[in-house]
């Protein structure tokens, strides 16, 4: 494994990937584990753990402008197989705009290289915000905090413990 395919923090912050599994141990969340080649690409990845695009949470940081000098953060998390309306999260939110996040504060906000964010937030300055979609089925894949390792999660749990705010915010693409 490579220092690119890993979630890294600083020495002095536990990793994405070290809170997220002791997270799910913490909570006896019904998961497994799925390593594969690395691979940060929705399409791709979902290929290379065998399950329908439907059933990949594809997490995108967005920014949302509150006023002229406020912006809040919001980690949306879609089905694979559609893409995130920032229109409907800058409603949400009754914000003036919504754009994705620059890579360097997804990275910071979530403690992951892109392609690699997980469906949960462990900072209190990104909210988070997932689409009913996903949540229909038993179980949702995602990268867990490193490309080449992959969560299956039962979808149960990940509500459970993520206790995620529920809205339509993705559009079919």
Known sequence: MTAESRCDLPAREESARTRLLAL?????????????????????VSALRGHPL??????IVVRVK??????????AVVPG????????IRELWAGRRAAFADRVTAERLTGCVSGSIVPFTFD???ELVVDPALLEHEEI??????????????????????????ESISEVV
């Open 24 to 44: 799910l141990r913490r909570h006896e969340a019904r998961h497994r584990l799925i390593p594969h080649p690395p691979e940060g690409r929705t399409g791709l």
């Open 54 to 59: 439907e059933q990949a949470a594809k997490c």
């Open 66 to 75: 509150i006023t002229r000098n406020s912006s809040r953060y919001v980690l």
């Open 81 to 88: 197989d559609r893409r995130v309306a920032l229109d409907g």
């Open 124 to 126: 209190p300055d990104l």
């Open 141 to 166: 894949f995602f990268n867990a905090a490193d490309l080449a390792l992959s969560v299956a999660l039962d979808v149960r749990d990940y509500v459970r413990i993520a206790r995620p705010r529920a």
